[in-house]
């Protein structure tokens, strides 16, 4: 983990099965790029293919019968996405959207399946999925609300590879105030407030669908001194 890092986000599937089956799975499947704000996966669908997530962040979100959305998680390099639907031959239960600009394999159902089979890496799945709700879990517990948010966008910068090499530059997080108080199960109301205590270390909100962090460097400073 980078040095002063969240640790908030538990092992990623990469972690669990190892480099070598994460590569045979991703090396000879279909790789594509997507932008800030694309949705990968839609609520609802059948669960054909999954995806491998190389490099990027990206957000889980549920939308009940009534219309209204729930940011569940949020997803790094070396985690899969829409494997649920994969393995029990139903419907996606969320819609995955980019968060970042991401890097994805796209590997279809069978294949993923028989690879699956192949290395016996069904209680790594297992596992996996227990370490993801537990993070679910740790994200929506009690105390500071600033140290938690701040902690927070630590982690999806670092998840998300950024800074990248060479000159510095802003985080662009496509992520609403509405979803990160779903996410740490806190009020719109307080994450605005907090953003605005935020602003002396350069994080700013770009309209209402945007979180820019324009100097990682004070952020983590800041999420440091905050988790003491």
């Not at 070396?78 to 994805?104: F, I, N, S, W």
């Not at 806190?186 to 700013?204: F, P, Q, W």
């Amino acid at each position: 983990m980078t040095e002063g890092a969240s640790r908030k986000h538990g092992p990623t599937l990469r972690d669990f099965v190892g480099d070598l089956i994460w590569s045979e799975l991703t090396s000879d499947a279909y790789s594509r790029s997507h932008p800030p704000g694309t949705i990968l996966l839609r609520q609802g669908e059948k669960g054909t293919h999954l995806l491998a997530l190389l490099d990027g962040v990206a957000k889980v979100v549920r939308t009940g019968r009534s219309g209204e959305s729930t940011l569940l998680a949020f997803r790094g390099p070396g985690e899969l996405l829409g494997e649920v639907a994969v393995l029990d031959g139903g419907e996606r239960g969320a819609t995955v959207e980019t968060l970042t600009r991401c890097t994805v394999v796209v590997v279809k159902a069978d294949d993923f399946l028989r690879f699956a089979t192949q290395r016996d890496i069904f209680p790594a799945l297992v596992r996996y999925a227990f370490g993801r709700l537990r993070e679910s879990d740790r994200a929506r517990g009690t105390g500071n609300a600033l140290a938690r948010l701040a902690d927070t966008l630590v982690s999806l910068a670092h998840m998300s590879g950024h800074p990248p090499p060479g000159a510095p530059a802003p985080l662009d997080l496509a992520l609403t105030r509405d979803e990160l108080a779903q996410y740490l199960g806190t009020s719109r109301n307080t994450i605005t407030a907090k953003l605005a205590e935020l602003e002396s270390c350069h994080v700013e909100t770009a309209g209402r669908r945007h979180i820019v962090i324009n100097d990682l460097s004070a952020l983590r400073r800041t999420a440091a001194l905050l988790r003491r």
